[in-house]
């Protein structure tokens, strides 16, 4: 597969292994406490570190609205990076991304034509080209900027991937009232309104002899025949009972030289998403900023429309799934799939995450109707949490910042080992034990802060006969183990015979 190269690309490649694993600090509660949704301010490659221990595989999808790279400055962001510098910012952060996405899970990217081609060819990269979706073309503006010096720049596109595309399938969108404006009921059918469909099919005569045959206008008695080299849609069996079930539809009067196929509205189904988005169906920049002056004295720069995102949820996304999207800005996605009834995570790292996003949220759960709220019937309700982003959990060489808590590294290290999101309300710290859990047979156990109740080296951080012997007794498994912790005292023999393999920290705890 083809690749793109630029300046720096190594060490763009090694960026989100090298980012140090910082803690999460819950600065304030906003309505219900027990709600699981988190605003979270600071950069955003460092939060998504963050994140990997508790969220890696568990979002249905991420939205993300990056700097464009178009050569110009806004207020809340610097938008004017070089190529090779915007590459090397958006791969650690796709990479990272990617982890977090459940295998069923899709990223949908906005983007213009400064970098888009680009973002095609390093999206291929980082998630496989043959998991690419679709490359979305949304109408953004409805009226033409007659000051372009070229071409008014009317699109902006949404580039979408799935992160295994065998396992992810769009929901079908609602139909619209435009889309049923187009059935009738000229006929007066008691069945109700319906649309047509032609009765050829499309094979050819050569190819389908048996779906050649003559009918009847039961209008006028004329023999009818497909026209040109052209079968009918239906073998002459179903064409009989299509007849029975008044299904045929020969115009007023029977004036029709062939018939059409009726399709009620009854039956008709949710519609298949489409490529192209037109401003109408999903805003436009200017229904946006509408939004945003309702909003805020002091708009953000260049906000998406709340029905774009609702489109893009629509279609990736059920009742309470995990949305992420680490490019908060305004925190347009937060808003909508909390009126959607999405769990979500925002990133954003600038001070408009106290000045914009947080008030924003708040708005939302006290009943904001601006947006799509009338569309989905919100009220208000649910709450989230505030965070930032603390110091790293290793020290400059190597150690434990001593302040850690166990759940903090037990997480870490699950997730290092599994790769997978540690459940912490399940075992660990909160139940008194080292045991961490199981995952493929092999049980994984933390000696950490004194969990066994005893800080001496001969006792909970060390592993020795004693607290070997505490382990079986307290949390048993039959099979492989894997204890990390201080040192070891036990011979290759004992731990052979255990089934137990040592791991020492900070040593072997690969997050430096």
Excluded at 402 to 426: C, H, M
Aim: proline share 6%; aromatic share 10%.
């Amino acid at each position: 597969m083809p690749t793109l190269d630029w300046l720096n690309k190594a060490q763009a490649l090694k960026a989100a292994a090298q980012v140090p694993y910082r803690l999460i600090e819950p600065q304030s509660i906003h309505g219900d406490p027990a709600a699981d949704n988190w605003l979270i301010q600071g950069d955003n490659l460092d939060a998504l570190k963050a994140l990997l221990p508790f969220f890696a595989g568990r979002v249905k999808c991420i939205y993300i609205d990056p700097p464009y790279n178009t050569r110009s400055a806004f207020e809340h962001y610097d938008d004017n990076l070089e190529h090779s510098q915007w590459l090397s910012m958006m791969v650690p952060r796709l990479e990272l991304l990617r982890e977090l996405l459940s295998e069923d899970g899709s990223i949908w990217v906005s983007i213009d034509d400064n970098e888009g081609h680009y973002l095609k060819v390093v999206m291929d990269e980082v998630f496989g080209r043959t998991n690419f979706v679709a490359n979305v073309v949304w109408q953004k503006r409805v009226s033409p900027a007659n000051d372009a010096k070229y071409f008014s720049s009317d699109h902006d596109y949404v580039v979408a991937y799935a992160k295994i595309k065998e396992y992810w399938a769009p929901n079908r969108l609602p139909r619209t009232d435009r889309q049923n404006s187009y059935y009738r009921n000229p006929d007066n059918d008691p069945r109700g309104a319906w649309n047509s469909v032609t009765y050829t099919g499309n094979k050819t005569r050569a190819e389908r002899p048996n779906l050649y045959y003559e009918i009847r206008n039961p209008f006028t008695g004329d023999a009818v025949w497909p026209p040109d080299t052209l079968t009918w849609r239906y073998g002459q069996e179903t064409h009989t009972q299509n007849e029975a079930q008044n299904l045929l539809y020969w115009g007023k009067r029977g004036t029709s030289k062939i018939p059409r196929f009726k399709m009620f509205l009854t039956d008709a189904e949710p519609t298949v998403p489409r490529s192209v988005w037109s401003a109408g169906e999903c805003g436009s920049t200017q229904t946006s900023m509408t939004e945003q002056k309702a909003l805020f004295q002091n708009a953000f720069g260049t906000p998406k429309p709340e029905l774009l995102l609702s489109r893009i949820l629509q279609i990736a996304t059920q009742q309470d799934d995990l949305v992420l999207d680490s490019f908060l800005g305004s925190g347009t996605t937060a808003a909508v799939a909390h009126k959607m009834g999405r769990r979500w995570i925002g990133i954003e790292m600038g001070e408009h995450a106290q000045t914009h996003c947080l008030p924003r949220l708040q708005k939302v759960i006290d009943g904001e109707q601006g947006g799509i709220s009338e569309a989905v019937g919100w009220k208000g309700g649910g709450g989230f949490r505030f965070a930032t982003l603390g110091k790293p959990a290793f020290l400059p060489d190597g150690g434990i910042d001593p302040s850690i808590g166990f759940d903090t590294l037990a997480a870490w290290v699950w997730y290092q080992e599994t790769r997978t999101p540690w459940e912490r309300n399940k075992v660990g710290a909160r139940g008194g034990t080292p045991l961490l859990g199981v995952h493929e047979g092999t049980a994984y156990y933390l000696l950490y802060n004194g969990i066994l109740g005893d800080r001496r080296p001969a006792g909970g951080n060390v592993l020795t006969g004693k607290v070997l012997q505490a382990i079986k007794d307290i949390v048993p498994h039959a099979g492989p183990k894997v204890v990390f912790g201080e040192s070891c005292r036990l011979s290759a023999s004992r731990l052979g015979a255990n089934e137990l393999r040592f791991r020492q920290i900070p040593y072997d705890i690969r997050a430096r």
